[in-house]
């Protein structure tokens, strides 16, 4: 692909975010009350398919912190149904969130609490880091949040970021039934 043919692409791209993004004003959220946070995520791929999944099952919100502009092809149109809160910093993210009787975790590949051998509220809130860093904050700093992981039995060292938000979802639906 030539850099004319790679312009052409980004400026599609450009295009498809901005109105989507407009249209997420009117999404309503989704019939389970937990939230997902997108802690400074790739901008690629990855964002959109969570959107997807986080549409199927039904989430409540995602909050994206210093995420960029993203394709939202591959999520199906699950942009513009899925609310969507963007932050700059986690901080920002964590003081809007920080109330309304949420617990929150965050998923870590190591530490932490087993996530299908853990009872999840309700209202729960799941942090998701970036791919290759992990979170952007210091654990330290904010107590309340709780670590789980996903049970994991080969070699690898963790599993790609939207198939852990699937996975969590999945049984975060599972452990509360098919509808709030």
Known sequence: MNRRERHDRHTQM???????????VLAKPGCHDFILVLDNLKAGYNVPKIFRSAQAFGAREIHLINIGPFDPAPGKGAFKQVPARFHETFDECYQALNKDDYKIFTLEPEGGRDLCESPLPEKSIFIFGHEEQGISFDLANYPAIERLKIPQF?????????????IVMYEQVRQHGRES
């Open 14 to 24: 450009l295009q498809r975010y901005k109105k989507q993004r407009q249209r997420n």
């Open 154 to 166: 080969g070699s690898v060292q963790s599993l790609n970021v939207s198939i852990a938000a699937s």
